[in-house]
């Protein structure tokens, strides 16, 4: 089954710095990545996804990119605040009748 | 707020016992996909169920059952609990499946 490794799994950066988080997955048939964002006690919640047809995709202070050849994919975020302080999951899919699998998460926390 | 509803929102038992967490889905997803989540931990797949079908299945013990009702509402069905069982366990549900999920509030469970 599809494996998704993540790192690293705790990250500290000072506000206004940038900050990236790496994925990779181990099925080729895997299309659909998404990001999710959690604070402590809270839900996932959606941040951005991409599909595999797409290379980049941004959201403000947020971008995700993704390479098909080596199976990685890393979320980037610029100008951090302290709000952004939380774990973020990736994951992978295949879509369909297929489960997502989830990466072992990254602890961020942005220092003021 | 998602729009997917879980209840109870805690729920503290007894080792041995049996209980049944709720989830009802945002209007218009037919997706429904359970996953617990232990404390410091990441996601883990529990089962996948689609327009009252159950499409996949990960982790999920014998111990643990689900289903989907005509009205798309699913329930997660745990029995003999142990202490292990302890977690938070999170309803989410998509239009497609597995594509965009939205995450519920989940239900802290605590087995004593």
């Known amino acids: 089954g599809e494996n998704v490794e993540q790192h690293p799994s705790t990250l500290s950066v000072q506000e206004g710095d940038s900050a990236v988080i790496k994925c990779t997955y181990s099925?080729?048939?895997?299309?659909?990545f998404p990001w999710y964002k959690q604070e402590l006690g809270k839900r996932p919640q959606l941040i951005i996804d991409i599909r595999s047809n797409v290379g980049e995709k941004k959201d403000q202070r947020i971008a995700v990119t993704l390479n098909k050849t080596a199976k990685h994919f890393s979320l980037h975020i610029t100008e951090t605040q302290p709000e952004d302080s939380a774990v973020y999951f990736c994951a992978a899919s295949k879509g369909g009748y297929q489960k997502v699998t989830f990466g072992t998460g990254t602890k961020l926390q942005v220092i003021p | 707020d998602s729009g997917v509803t879980q209840t109870p929102k805690h729920l503290i038992t007894a080792t041995g016992q049996r209980v049944t967490l709720r989830c009802s889905p945002r209007?218009?997803?037919?997706?429904v996909y359970w996953y617990q989540q232990s404390l410091d931990q990441g996601l883990q797949f529990l089962i996948q169920?689609?327009?009252?079908?159950?499409?996949a299945k990960g982790n999920i013990l014998e111990r643990f059952s689900a289903q989907q009702f005509p009205d798309l509402h699913s329930e997660l069905n745990l029995s003999s609990l142990e202490l292990g069982d302890s977690a938070l366990y999170f309803c989410?549900?998509?239009?497609?499946?597995?594509?965009?999920?939205?995450f519920g509030p989940g239900t802290r469970l605590t087995v004593l």
């Open positions: 209007s218009g997803d037919l997706s």
């Open positions: 099925d080729s048939a895997s299309n659909y």
């Open positions: 169920y689609y327009n009252g079908e159950e499409r």
């Open positions: 989410a549900s998509s239009v497609d499946q597995g594509f965009e999920q939205f």
